[in-house]
C-alpha cells in the first residue's frame, strides 16, 4: 500500500532562518505530490503541488519543494521563515496504489515552530 | 461566496445518537471526500465520491454512511456514535488536476 513518511514530526526553528521539512512516498507508479499547510483550528490549505514536468515548483508564502524521483522524495524548503510560517505542515500523494481514485494518502504531519 | 463549507462547526452528542455532519461545495466539483483528523493518524479517508449517487469506502468507514443526492452535498452521517468518533472530520472536493480544497471542518465530541 502506498504511504508518506513525513521524517520529523516537530521542527523548532529560529525567524528568517532557513527550514526544510522533509517528506518521503513509496510508490513505483506515477505519483502527484502535494504540501498542505494547516493553521490552529482552520482546515487544510494548498501550499503547492507536483503533477509532471519541472522538479522544482513553487508554492505560496515563499515556500519550494522539489520532487526526486530517484529517492521519492518531496522536501518543502523556505529560505527564510517568519512567525506566521507556525503551523502544521502536510505531505500528501495522490494516484498510484491506493490512491487511483484521487484521494490523497496523507503524512502524520509536521508542526513547525518559528521562534523569536 | 464560492468555496466548501460545512456545518455544524463544532457538536457535541452522546454515545448512541445519531449525527449528521453536512458539507456543501460550489464549485461542482465532481469528487467529493471525508476525512478525520486524529492525534498520532494524520488525516485518514472515510469515504469519497466520484458523482451524484456513486460513493465508495475509504480507509476507515466503519460506523458512517454517506449519501449524495446532488453534487453540492456530501452529508456524513454517524449512525449510532461511539466514544473512538470523537474527531476532527474534514470534507474536501477535487479539482480536475487533482487538487483538493478542503472546508473548515466539523469538531464532534461523543460523550
Known sequence: AQSVTQLDSQVPVFEEAPV??????????SV????YVQYPNQGLQLLLKYLSGSTLVKGINGFEAEFNKSQTSFHLRKPSVHISDTAEYFCAVSGGYGGSQGNLI??????????P | DAGI????????????RQVTLMCHQTWSHSYMFWYR??????LRLIYYSAAADI????EVPDGYVVSRSKTENFP???????????????????TPSYEQYFGPGTRLTVT
Open chain 1, 20 to 29: 526544510e521539512l522533509r517528506c518521503n512516498y513509496s510508490s513505483s507508479v
Open chain 1, 32 to 35: 502527484y505530490l502535494f504540501w
Open chain 1, 106 to 115: 496523507f503524512g502524520k504531519g509536521t508542526k513547525l515552530s518559528v521562534k
Open chain 2, 5 to 16: 463549507t460545512q456545518s455544524p462547526r463544532y457538536k457535541i452528542t452522546e454515545t448512541g
Open chain 2, 37 to 42: 483528523q486524529d492525534l498520532g493518524h494524520g
Open chain 2, 55 to 58: 460513493t465508495d469506502k475509504g
Open chain 2, 76 to 94: 456524513l452521517t454517524l449512525e449510532s456514535a461511539t466514544r473512538s468518533q470523537t474527531s476532527v472530520y474534514f470534507c474536501a472536493s477535487r
